[in-house]
C-alpha cells in the first residue's frame, strides 16, 4: 500500500510538473518558445517549426546571437532566447532566401549569356 501511495504521489507531482512547461492554449502542430528578459520569462512565442533546433541549447543561441550581431542585426548577446533574437533570426532567414533566390536567378542569366 505505500508503495502505491508513493508511486501515485510521485505520478502526480511529475504529471503537474510537466503541465506546467506548455504557453496557454497552444495549437497542435504549432511550435513555441519560452523568451525572457534578464532570465525572467516574459511571454510564450509561436515560432517556425525549423527554428526549434537552433534554439533548444543555450550554447547555440548565443552563437547566433553574436552571429546576428556581426551582421548588424538588432539582436542582444545574452544566450536567452528574447523577442529581439527571434524577430533578427526570422529577417535573416529571410534575407538568406533572397539572397540565394538572386543569386540562382543570377546563375541562369550567366548560362544563357
Not at 80 to 85: D, P, S
Not at 104 to 113: L, S
Amino acid at each position: 500500500m505505500k508503495q502505491f501511495l508513493f508511486l501515485l504521489f510521485v505520478g502526480l507531482f511529475s504529471w503537474n510538473s510537466f503541465s506546467q512547461d506548455l504557453p496557454p492554449n497552444p495549437e497542435p502542430g504549432k511550435c513555441y518558445i519560452r523568451c525572457r528578459e534578464n532570465g525572467k520569462h516574459v511571454s510564450w512565442q509561436e515560432i517556425n517549426c525549423d527554428f526549434n533546433d537552433v534554439f533548444s541549447d543555450q550554447n547555440k543561441v548565443k552563437t547566433l546571437q553574436i552571429k546576428l550581431a556581426n551582421l548588424n542585426y538588432d539582436v542582444e548577446v545574452s544566450g536567452e532566447v528574447n523577442l529581439k533574437t527571434i524577430a533578427a533570426y526570422t529577417q535573416y532567414t529571410k534575407d538568406e532566401k533572397k539572397r540565394h533566390r538572386r543569386a540562382k536567378k543570377k546563375r541562369k542569366e550567366t548560362k544563357r549569356n
